[in-house]
């Protein structure tokens, strides 16, 4: 009895290592499937969040879509880690605006092997006019929900060269986002057309608005046209204070990347309101009012409204 009792524990035992074992290794195979799943999807790196959201709503789960640069934070001087480097060796494609946007682009490029998409390539610029980068394009094409359409458009095509089979899938998903643009752009052009010419004025920090003052007939009006250099010498906040007075401009602006200290000044001069800080080079987090790309335009384009209104 007691050796049966013997061979009975150490049976047990053998089973219950057995059995340990199996479902180790099927817990290991099924994790290994699940992170395979991911593993075998190919990367899209994208130099900025606002880019990368447009591109996640075209791919979907077809690739793993990753921004560089983490919400919040300023784009233009960016300067990629050694991890960034890292991602991007390993990324299927590296997908960035242009125009000169990422001044840090080209150098990061450089000793890597992978595949760019830049898709100012395929838009047509408008020219900065002043300063250091006087007749260099505007990168913020994106900040117009006309020119938001064409980036779903040139992001389609290019996401159907890199997959031909999911075209159609592309396409699908392009037209559904270009839809609800769409409807904002309607909506934002009502408003404009409906307020008088001369409060068609729009304040702002960095000059990074011309595509929208462009494509709705508003005048721009801002402290330093691009953010790389925000400086705001004696003579461009003298400008500002005295258009801002000319021509009873009720509200002011400033960008969520930099700080609004000088746009306060003006409005505390002049008497107009600071209307808060609109987003353009990069989006909020979760919690805040410009998670998605969408929601960035329809967060500008609701204080703008309130402000001119
Ligand atoms: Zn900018």
Redesign the pocket.
């Known amino acids: 009895m007691v050796s049966n009792l013997g061979i009975d524990i150490n049976m047990r035992k053998n089973i219950l290592f057995l059995s340990l074992v199996i479902l180790i290794s099927l817990t290991s195979v099924s994790c290994r499937r699940t992170s395979n799943k991911n593993d075998n999807k190919e990367v899209i790196l994208v130099s900025f969040t606002v880019l990368a959201d447009i591109i996640k709503n075209l791919a979907k789960d077809d690739f793993i879509v990753r921004s560089i640069t983490k919400p919040g934070v300023?784009?233009?001087g960016y300067k990629p880690t050694p991890s960034d480097l890292v991602k991007a060796s390993r990324a299927f494609v590296f997908v960035d605006n242009g125009f000169g946007?990422e001044l840090w682009a080209e150098k990061f490029v450089s000793n890597l092997q992978v595949k760019r998409i830049s898709v100012a390539k395929d838009l047509d610029p408008i020219f900065i006019s002043e300063d250091f980068y006087k007749g260099k394009p505007n990168?913020?094409a994106w900040i117009s929900p006309k020119r938001g359409m064409l980036y779903v458009d040139i992001l389609v095509e290019s996401l159907s060269e890199l997959r031909p089979s999911k075209r159609e899938f592309f396409k699908k998903n392009g037209k559904i986002y270009k839809d609800k643009l769409s409807k904002i752009d309607k909506e934002f052009s009502l408003f404009i057309n409906n307020i008088n010419k001369d409060r068609r004025y729009l304040v702002s920090c960095?000059g990074?608005f011309s595509y929208l003052t462009n494509d709705y007939g508003l005048e721009e009006v801002y402290l330093w046209p691009?953010?790389?250099e925000s400086q705001i010498t004696p003579k461009r906040m003298a400008r500002t204070i005295s258009l801002v007075k000319a021509k009873n401009v009720p509200t002011v602006f400033c960008?969520s990347?930099v700080s609004n200290e000088s746009q306060m000044v003006v409005a505390n001069t002049t008497g107009a309101k600071f209307g808060g800080n609109l987003f353009?080079?990069s989006l909020s987090d979760d919690s805040g009012p410009a998670s998605s790309y969408l929601k960035m335009l329809e967060h500008n384009l609701d204080l703008i409204k309130k402000g001119l209104f």
């Open positions: 300023e784009v233009h946007f990168p913020h960095e990074a691009v953010n790389a960008e990347t353009v080079d």
